[in-house]
């Protein structure tokens, strides 16, 4: 099977009622400063907020479900061997049935040990069905933190991300404003000549790829014309 990499980022979450980070009309941010919440040191200066943040996210968030563009990437597992790269720290992929999923950002419903980052575990669900963490929340002896990759530190999957980019015989980009480095890079590993798609409300120009091909359009509406492409025998 041909290897399909996609590389998703918060616009393929917008239909499902997710906020992208950028975004006109609200933003994922709700407000907060970036800086308070999301960079390195936070959890040292800003503890509190910081767990208040991801808590609120979760439980925001926790019902939403994945939307056509989702199920659609799930789908073409049937026809190639699909590895999903995301930004986002949803976990909408998994849910629409992908099986291979890496998440440079970290994942909103885990947490991992403060003293082993290996050690990653599910957010508990408590008596009133929600996902919250403390910072003096203990699981398994350990204390733990969201699972988040703040600015600032490193991004531990991105040599697996890499890896699979370099075999990439097809690559699909959803949703994203490649503004985010070392995610926004990604697209410069996929060997010389492969197809590159990129599906986007407001593309942004990317200069060195003269032959990609832009889909203009919500992520479920360029999933839909890509899969007359790459499944044509379904059409
Ligand atoms: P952005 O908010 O920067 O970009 C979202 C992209 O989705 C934009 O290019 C929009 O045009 C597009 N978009 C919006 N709605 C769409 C829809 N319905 N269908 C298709 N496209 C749509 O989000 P990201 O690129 O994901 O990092 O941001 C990258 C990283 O910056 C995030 O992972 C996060 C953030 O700060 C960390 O948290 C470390």
């Known amino acids: 099977m041909k290897k399909l990499i996609v590389l998703t980022g918060s616009g393929i979450s917008a239909e499902s009622g997710i906020p ?14 970036v800086r308070e919440v999301a ?14 943040f991801y808590n609120m996210l979760r439980n925001k968030y926790k019902n939403c479900f994945p939307n056509y563009a989702h199920r659609a990437i799930a789908s073409l597992e049937k ?42 575990y599910d957010i508990p669900v408590d008596e009133k069905g929600e996902y919250n963490i403390y910072p003096d929340t203990i699981i398994d002896e350990h204390n733990v933190r969201p699972h ?16 699979l980019m370099l075999e990439a015989d097809i690559c699909i980009v959803v949703g994203t404003s490649f503004i985010v480095y070392p995610a926004a890079g990604l697209i410069s590993y996929v ?29 479920s509406k360029g999933m839909k014309e890509l899969l007359k492409v790459l499944q044509p025998e379904n059409d």
């Open 20 to 33: 992208t980070f950028r975004g006109t009309e609200g933003s994922l941010w709700e407000g907060t400063d």
């Open 39 to 52: 960079t390195a040191g936070c959890l040292e200066k800003n503890r509190d907020n910081t767990y208040a």
């Open 79 to 120: 026809d190639y061997d699909v590895t999903v790269i995301t930004q986002n720290v949803d976990n909408l992929h998994e849910q629409a049935g992908s099986s291979k999923v890496l998440h440079l950002h970290g994942e909103l419903m885990k947490c991992r040990a403060v003293d082993d980052p290996n050690l990653i």
């Open 148 to 163: 988040i990759v703040f600015f600032g530190e490193d991004v531990p999957n991105l040599g697996k991300a890499i890896s």
């Open 191 to 219: 060997p010389m000549g492969n197809p590159i798609y990129y599906i986007d409300l407001d593309p942004k120009p990317l200069y060195d790829y003269p032959d990609i091909k832009v889909l203009e359009m919500t992520a």
